[in-house]
C-alpha cells in the first residue's frame, strides 16, 4: 500500500492581494502505512486545504506532496491515476449525488477506472455494506433517501474504486450519534480490509479518540503535534494552548482518580472506562 507524505508544503490564498491568506507553512508530515490517521484543529487551522493537497485537487505553492516517495505532480498528465490511488470524500458529499439510482451513483467510479461489469457490481455491493446500506435500498432513488443515507451512498462512491489511500473531511458532520457511529465503523472496517490507509478530519476529540491510530493536531497554518493517540492526548498542555483539549471521558476519569478512583492513565474512550470501572467494582 502507498504511503502518503508532505515536505515543507506551503500554500497560500489570494497571494500578493490585500485578501492573502496563508492556509499552511511549511507543513511536512508522513501517513502511517495502514493506519486510521485523524486531522483535527478549529476552523481555519488549514485542515481542508491540506486533505485536498493529497490527491491533487489543489497544488501547493511551495514544497512537494509525495506518494511512495515520489511527487504527485511531476507527472501531471497521470494525476488521474493519482486520484484513484488517494480517494478523496469533501464535507457534506451527498450533495454530489446525481445518478438516477444509488446503485448507478455508486458504480460511477469504477465504471470510470474501465472495469467490466461483474467486478463493478461486486464493488458496488462491498461498498454498499462498508455503510451500512441495505441491499434494498441500492435501487432507490437519492433524493427518497434519508440524509445519512446519502451520505453512506456518497462515502460507498469512493470506497468502490477501492483507493489506497481513503481521505475524509469531516465524514460524520451534522449527523445524529448513530449515525455517526455507523459511517465511522464503516471507514474503518474499510481500511481494515482492504489494508487501506484512512485519514478524517473531524472537529471531534471523541472521535479522534474512538477511531484513529494517529492524530495530526493543526493550528495557524501548520502542524503543532502530531504521533499515536496516547503521546497526542499525554501531551494535554499542548492542546489545551490551541483551543482543544483531551475527551470528556479522560477528563471524567481524571476528576475520578482525584477522588481516590483507582482508575489506569490513558482512559480515551467510554468503553476503556467501562471495563476499567468494572474491573474496580468487581
Same mark, same amino acid.
Given at each position: 500500500?502507498? #504511503?502518503?507524505?508532505?515536505?515543507?508544503?506551503?500554500?497560500? =490564498?489570494?497571494?500578493?492581494?490585500?485578501?492573502?491568506?496563508?492556509?499552511?507553512?511549511?507543513?511536512?508530515?508522513?501517513?502511517?502505512?495502514?493506519?486510521?490517521?485523524?486531522?483535527?484543529?478549529?476552523?481555519?487551522?488549514?485542515?481542508?486545504?491540506?486533505?485536498?493537497?493529497?490527491?491533487?485537487?489543489?497544488?501547493?505553492?511551495?514544497?512537494?506532496?509525495?506518494?511512495?516517495?515520489?511527487?504527485?505532480?511531476?507527472?501531471?498528465?497521470?494525476?488521474?491515476?493519482?486520484?484513484?490511488?488517494? +480517494?478523496?470524500?469533501?464535507? =457534506?458529499?451527498? =450533495?454530489?449525488?446525481?445518478?438516477?439510482?444509488?446503485?448507478?451513483?455508486?458504480?460511477?467510479?469504477?465504471?470510470?477506472?474501465?472495469?467490466?461489469?461483474?467486478?463493478?457490481?461486486?464493488?458496488?455491493?462491498?461498498?454498499? /455494506?462498508?455503510?451500512?446500506?441495505?441491499?434494498? #435500498?441500492?435501487? %432507490?432513488?437519492?433524493?427518497? @433517501?434519508?440524509?445519512?443515507? %446519502?451520505?453512506?451512498? /456518497?462515502?460507498? +462512491?469512493?470506497? /468502490?474504486?477501492?483507493?489506497?489511500?481513503?481521505?475524509?473531511?469531516?465524514?460524520?458532520?451534522?449527523?445524529?450519534?448513530?449515525?455517526?457511529?455507523?459511517?465511522?465503523?464503516?471507514?474503518?472496517?474499510? +481500511? %481494515? %480490509?482492504? +489494508?487501506?490507509?484512512?485519514?478524517?478530519?473531524?472537529?471531534?476529540?471523541?472521535?479522534?479518540?474512538? =477511531?484513529?491510530?494517529?492524530?495530526?493536531?493543526?493550528?495557524? /497554518?501548520?502542524?503543532? @503535534?502530531?504521533?499515536?493517540?496516547?503521546?497526542?492526548?499525554?501531551?494535554?498542555?499542548?492542546?489545551?494552548?490551541?483551543?482543544?483539549?483531551?475527551?470528556?471521558?479522560?477528563?471524567?476519569? @481524571?476528576?475520578?482518580?482525584?477522588?481516590?478512583?483507582?482508575?489506569?492513565?490513558?482512559?480515551?474512550?467510554?468503553?476503556?472506562?467501562?471495563?476499567?470501572?468494572?474491573?474496580?467494582?468487581?
Amino acid at each position: 500500500m502507498a #504511503v502518503l507524505s508532505l515536505e515543507r508544503v506551503s500554500y497560500v =490564498y489570494g497571494e500578493g492581494t490585500p485578501f492573502e491568506i496563508k492556509a499552511l507553512d511549511d507543513v511536512s508530515l508522513t501517513v502511517r502505512e495502514g493506519s486510521v490517521t485523524g486531522i483535527i484543529g478549529h476552523t481555519g487551522s488549514g485542515k481542508s486545504t491540506l486533505v485536498q493537497l493529497f490527491n491533487g485537487l489543489e497544488k501547493p505553492q511551495g514544497g512537494r506532496v509525495l506518494l511512495d516517495g515520489k511527487d504527485i505532480w511531476a507527472e501531471p498528465k497521470k494525476m488521474r491515476d493519482i486520484r484513484f490511488r488517494v +480517494g478523496l470524500v469533501m464535507q =457534506y458529499p451527498e =450533495y454530489q449525488l446525481f445518478e438516477e439510482t444509488i446503485a448507478a451513483d455508486i458504480a460511477f467510479g469504477p465504471r470510470n477506472m474501465g472495469l467490466d461489469e461483474a467486478e463493478i457490481g461486486a464493488r458496488v455491493a462491498e461498498a454498499a /455494506a462498508f455503510v451500512g446500506l441495505s441491499p434494498d #435500498v441500492l435501487d %432507490k432513488s437519492p433524493f427518497d @433517501l434519508s440524509g445519512g443515507q %446519502k451520505r453512506r451512498a /456518497a462515502i460507498a +462512491g469512493v470506497m /468502490a474504486m477501492r483507493p489506497e489511500i481513503l481521505v475524509l473531511d469531516e465524514p460524520a458532520a451534522g449527523l445524529d450519534p448513530r449515525g455517526r457511529d455507523t459511517i465511522l465503523q464503516g471507514i474503518c472496517a474499510y +481500511g %481494515k %480490509k482492504t +489494508g487501506a490507509t484512512v485519514i478524517i478530519v473531524s472537529h471531534s476529540m471523541e472521535d479522534m479518540a474512538t =477511531y484513529c491510530d494517529d492524530i495530526v493536531v493543526m493550528a495557524n /497554518a501548520g502542524v503543532v @503535534l502530531s504521533g499515536t493517540r496516547d503521546e497526542v492526548f499525554a501531551k494535554a498542555e499542548i492542546l489545551t494552548s490551541v483551543g482543544l483539549d483531551v475527551p470528556q471521558i479522560t477528563q471524567l476519569c @481524571l476528576l475520578l482518580r482525584k477522588q481516590g478512583v483507582a482508575l489506569p492513565e490513558g482512559i480515551y474512550t467510554t468503553e476503556a472506562a467501562i471495563t476499567a470501572l468494572a474491573k474496580i467494582l468487581g
